[in-house]
């Protein structure tokens, strides 16, 4: 029996400790008050805790490294995790899209069902305990400082303090810090899931404006071929866009100016089909204003833009718009148009990409290459993935993984 020593309390960290527990001593360090804090806000508070999808699909929604997971993935499935919260008292349901949420909608509870298994595991829970800095002695790990105070002493070590999103939950990018001070590099870390800033100066006039059933294409400037491409929810914000499918495709932009958003306002119409669609509502309002003329083809807020945009006067009459008029309007639908100014900061991301470099991980156990008593899961590993309960899970999976290989 080791006596091992967990940092963070985030997903990946109470499964580790879970797991390790059931043949070693384990302490669970965490320096907020409470289990689980960034869980609490995960899916809108709801906690999207895994995807019901095949468990081989889950990796055409991991943009990070998804090889480096294979192994972790396929040794603790998505039906392991809602076996884990089924047995531990917290029913789950699956809605669109395969998330997996629990059925009370109350993230509070995915975190009921990780204390519960902490309990009757015995883990030594300690919260308010702080790492301050690790000690070292002949290339291994002894012991860790907490509140620059105290000293706990350990035979085995996993870190998973998660990465830099959301600082306030304790997610600040201290265990990478921690793991290049041992020798580890670390893949830069970047804000993954996190809202665009877009450079029109009208965007403020769209703020608040939910589309549904659109297409979002990110363009590379110079490069004809879609980096990100699919359908689905956006929001307008006062700096830019986001929603489901901003996040996913922020995930691919790598510098600010670079970058140009494609919305397809129609994906399910041709063009040719959009155009009997336009010629159908002109010949119904025949005699109104150009201006007054789209109510029922787009949302009210966006019309003004779409007719600046389309340079059509405003005031001319349907039945004088000419084809060629037509035509134009026709590609600023299927073609909305807006630059990309760069990324919301780190601190409002999802998800963090980049962290402890995967060559120097074993992905089969978790362990560090480099240091044999040590192990890493979840966030803090240069790993990511899309929405949709797929970072919770990888979370668990490398969480236990590196408990159940110590």
């Known amino acids: 029996m080791k006596n091992v020593i967990v940092i963070g309390a985030g997903p990946a960290g109470m499964m580790a400790a879970i797991t390790s527990s059931k043949e070693n001593k384990v302490i669970l360090l965490d320096g907020n008050d409470r289990l689980g804090k960034k869980l609490f806000i995960t899916g809108k508070g709801r906690c999207n805790v895994t995807n019901a999808k095949d468990i081989s699909d889950f990796f055409d929604f991991i943009p990070g490294n998804p090889y480096f997971l294979y192994s972790a993935l396929y040794t603790y499935t998505n039906i392991d995790v809602i076996n884990f919260f089924n047995e531990n008292g917290i029913k789950l349901k699956t809605e669109r899209g395969g998330r997996v949420f629990p059925e009370s909608n109350k993230s509070s509870d995915i975190i009921k069902g990780l204390n519960n298994a902490l309990i009757n595991s015995k883990v030594d829970i300690r919260l308010n305990k702080k790492v301050t800095n690790l000690i070292c002695k002949e290339n291994k790990l002894i012991g860790v400082e907490i509140n620059g105070v105290e000293k706990i002493y350990g035979d085995h070590f996993i870190i998973a303090t998660g990465g830099a999103s959301y600082p306030l939950t304790g997610s600040k990018g201290e265990g990478q810090k921690y793991a290049k001070k041992l020798g580890h590099n670390i893949i830069e870390l970047k804000p993954s899931l996190v809202p665009i800033e877009l450079d029109e100066t009208w965007i403020k006039d769209l703020m608040g404006l939910s589309l549904r059933n659109i297409e979002i294409s990110l363009i590379e400037n110079g490069r004809k071929k879609a980096l990100f491409k699919n359908q689905g929810e956006m929001l307008f914000t006062h700096f830019g866009i986001s929603g489901p499918l901003v996040l996913s495709a922020s995930r691919f932009i790598k510098s600010k100016t670079n970058y140009t958003i494609n919305l397809d306002l129609k994906p399910a119409l041709t063009d040719e089909e959009l155009d009997k669609r336009l010629q159908k509502d002109f010949l119904k309002y025949k005699n109104r204003d150009y201006k007054n003329s789209l109510d029922d083809l787009l949302p009210k807020k966006i019309i003004p833009i779409i007719i600046k945009l389309s340079l059509i006067d405003e005031n001319k009459k349907v039945n004088e718009i000419t084809r060629e008029e037509r035509r134009r309007l026709i590609k600023i639908i299927k073609e909305f148009k807006m630059k990309v100014n760069g990324l919301r900061p780190i601190e ?26 040590l192990s890493f899961a979840g966030e803090v590993i240069d790993v990511d993935a899309f929405t949709g309960g797929y970072n919770v899970q990888i979370a668990l999976a490398t969480g236990f993984v590196a408990g159940s290989n110590i």
Request: net charge negative; no cysteine; glycine share 8%.
């Open 348 to 373: 409002e991301a999802i998800v963090t990409a980049g962290g402890v470099d995967t060559k120097e991980i074993d992905p089969s156990t978790m362990k560090s290459k480099i240091i044999s008593n």
